[in-house]
């Protein structure tokens, strides 16, 4: 059964930074989709971050480009979420998604959407104070 375990959430000050970890059990990360997600209170899920775990092609959601980073490490089945220049608008709780890629406009990517994931961890709250 496949597990997903975040951690690394914290309060920090506006422009600090965080590293969150998401470590995976009960299966083997190749060609697997590795996701981080946010969702603050009242508002939808959104995508933060995807890699994809074989090829280790990234995609970020327009708000953190430049200041996230998604890495892994599959020796230990983990993905790290690296946040820089944080802001007060960044606070949620970020969850880690995992998945098979999806088929779109002809091939096989990762997914970008919530549904397109179908692990989840428990999430890991991030706030950032002003």
């Known amino acids: 059964q496949v597990q997903l375990v975040e951690s690394g959430g914290a309060s920090v000050q506006a422009g600090g930074s965080l590293r969150l970890s998401c470590a995976a059990s009960?299966?083997?990360?190749?060609?697997?989709?590795r996701a981080w997600f946010r969702q603050a209170p009242g508002k939808e899920r959104e995508g933060v971050a995807i890699i994809h775990s074989g090829g280790g092609s990234t995609y970020y959601a327009d708000p953190v480009k430049g200041r996230f980073t998604i890495s892994q490490d599959n020796a230990k089945n983990t993905v790290y979420l690296e946040m820089n220049s944080l802001k007060p608008e960044d606070t949620a709780m970020y969850y880690c998604?995992?998945?098979?890629?999806?088929?779109?406009?002809?091939?096989?990517?990762?997914?970008?959407?919530?549904?397109?994931?179908?692990?989840w961890g428990q999430g890991t709250q991030v706030t950032v104070s002003s």
């Open positions: 998604a995992a998945d098979w890629p999806v088929p779109r406009l002809g091939r096989m990517i990762c997914g970008v959407k919530p549904a397109d994931f179908g692990y």
């Open positions: 009960g299966y083997t990360p190749s060609r697997k989709c």
